[in-house]
């Protein structure tokens, strides 16, 4: 009997050896975790103003009270005041969209879904345009800084209302069909997006170079003030969609079959849907529309460790993360002083990798 | 035990199937037969509670089948299904790893890791447990399967003491296991099933071959146009008169003294005088 115990253990330390090991995943996910951390001391070094990493370290270690250094005082404010909230807003916005994606293309059960495909982008830039276009036609005289707020609260209605407007079209004897959700979404997507283009060409010309800079996306907005309101509504969704991994594995096998897995899957649908609509609902009100992240870093993520959504999501997550602080990176300096929108880089650069990895999936 | 009660359903005002009665022991191997569209698939899914009966009552261990949650149920009966879709990459030995879902909350615990590593053994695919489940031939994923549902509904004694019964009262239920199987699988994978009713597994099939049926199931429940043509013991229910009633085909049941039970051999009667009829070389004129 003693011996028997011994030999299947040892047949099953073989077996997973790769992929369901907790050192793996701890091993995967810690070293995106420290590459995240080191991208991110890197990119707020980096600007008009360099600050070396040393410098970075010394005056983060002060400011948070743990070592006592000097540092000039220039530097410091533009490392608290301007950089350190932008790069924490686009590794908070990356890792959403990483997530969201990896989530819904596992609800979608297709590979190619990503958090568009839902309204959410769609129906959020809609309202957007809606409020920048007929703001001015209403006449109110606003305060700058609460008509950004307007415009992102308009944002995140017009994200939750597609999202819902989506679901509850999707259901069929109370429960959502993937499929219908899929046609819908699709449906509402091309609706939205007609209207948003008709408001487009009733704008002023100072309205279109607004609109234009909102649709292509950009963390540049970010202050502390906006940061705080943001931060936990932007980590719910990462914290609560990277806990689904088991359920989203079973999913993959189909709704019955996840049933007969003990997977109540009207709960995780729902679960999904609003956590994701969440995140990216608030990501694109501040941030605008930025593409691509949603369908490429889970693709990426993939093929580094494998379909396991256990690890897939959290390491989307922090993919997510390190892929958009890189791209607002470049966004930033590539033609300094001025910058350029955060989704033309993400588009760029994301395209020919993403036709690559189409090339790779064709050839294996 | 499973108990069905004059269990029916209804669609669009479209009888799938009549009132029917079902009881299931543990340790029995149930196989339902019949004609395509008889409603074996809709019993089935009605067992595994995919669909709700629109009549009738089905019992699980003595209580409601509705009032058990997922999770407990999914600990106590396990389904098959007929096709498989994977969406991702998925190897094999993270599927067989899903059979354990129900039985922890987030990460496997080593026990978990022990049961699926005894199931791909057990089902000759441990040598296949880091390839990928696309790339795997039909037969190889319908054993991949097998393991899922077999880790699913052992435990961890089950595994150190293979002939002990189960610790707890367990149903596999099988939507037509063998399709797309060669032969020599078709065997292996009703043999493995057969095997683990003596431990105790209740295990109901749906099954398109009558003669494996005859060689595996203790009992059977024959189906035709959504109704039952009857429930009982195998060789009762396998008569040339039964099959012809369910399937529109004429039987012979042939005995061999060297095997232990009959052979069930299909014939077209009049075929040989109406096919010569055909070959007549009129047809060349």
Redesign the interface.
Known sequence: MVQQRTSVQLESSAVFSKTFSNAYTVLVLGTLAGMLLVVGLWAIGIGAVPISLKDVVSILGNKLGLIESHYSEQQAVILTVIRLPRVILGMLVGAVLGIAGASMQGIFRNPLADPGLMGISSGASLFAVASIVLELQFAFPFDPSYSLYRLSAMAFVGACLSTFIVYHLSKIDGKPQISTMLLTGIALNALAGAITGLLTYAATDAQLRSIQFWSLGSVGGATWQNLQLAFPLLLLPVVGLSVQGKALNAFVLGEDQAEHLGINTTVLKKRIVVLSTLGVGVSVALCGSIGFIGLLIPHLTRLVVGANHRLVLPASALGGSIILTLADLLARTLVAPTELPLGIITALLGTPVFIWMLLQNRTR | MIQAQNIAYTIRGKNLLQPISLEASCGEFIAILGANGAGKSTLLKLL???LKPTQGKIYFNNRLLSTWS??????HR??L?QH????????V???V???R??HF????R?QD??I???C??KTGI?HL??RSFLTLSGGEQQRVMLAKVMA?LLDHTA???EHKPLSHPKFLLLDEPTTGLDIFHQQNLLSFVRQQTQRGLGVIAILHDLNWALQYADKVLLLQQGESLGFGKTLDMLTPNLIKKAFQIDVQLVSQPSLGFPIIVPYQSNFFNQSIKQWQPQHFH
């Open positions: 595994s509670q995919e997922s999770t407990t149920l999914a600990q396990a389904v299904a498989h879709t994977v969406a991702f990459n998925f190897t030995a993270d599927l790893m899903m059979g879902y129900p909350k987030h990460s496997p080593l890791y022990d699926v590593a005894y791909l053994e441990a447990s880091q699913q595994i150190l003491q």
